[in-house]
């Protein structure tokens, strides 16, 4: 069984940092697209940063210049620095990858993390 275990999240002070860590275990062959969601109370989870196997990212305008996800193919691990955080960074954050399960099924599967709440206090 494959799973993403999220951490670093936590309280921290506008205008600071934080950085998040996702490490994908279990039978996993290859790992394709992982990405950052988020989701603020009654608000709909938006999609924050992606990076694709080969290193190609992409952010969204309210978080690109801010935020930069980089992964390390050797420990299965995306990784989220988040800089200059504001108020409205307020959110849990989810991990999600996309792979191809390991032996026997080599199955693609799309796979979520528990999350992990980020609070900026203005």
């Known amino acids: 069984q494959v799973q993403l275990v999220e951490s670093g999240g936590g309280l921290v002070q506008a205008g600071g940092s934080l950085r998040l860590s996702c490490a994908a275990s279990?039978?996993?062959?290859?790992?394709?697209?992982m990405r950052w969601y988020r989701q603020a109370p009654e608000k709909q989870r938006e999609l924050v940063a992606s990076?694709?196997?080969?290193?190609?990212?992409n952010y969204p305008g309210s978080v690109k210049g801010r935020f930069t996800i980089s992964r390390d193919n050797a420990k299965n691990t995306v990784y989220l620095q988040m800089n200059s955080l504001k108020a409205e960074d307020t959110a849990v954050y989810y991990c999600?990858?996309?792979?191809?399960?390991?032996?026997?099924?080599?199955?693609?599967?799309?796979?979520w993390g528990q999350g992990t709440r980020v609070t900026v206090s203005s």
């Open positions: 999600n990858a996309g792979l191809k399960s390991g032996p026997p099924s080599y199955r693609y599967l799309e796979v």
């Open positions: 279990g039978s996993i062959y290859s790992i394709y697209a």
């Open positions: 990076i694709t196997s080969g290193g190609s990212t």
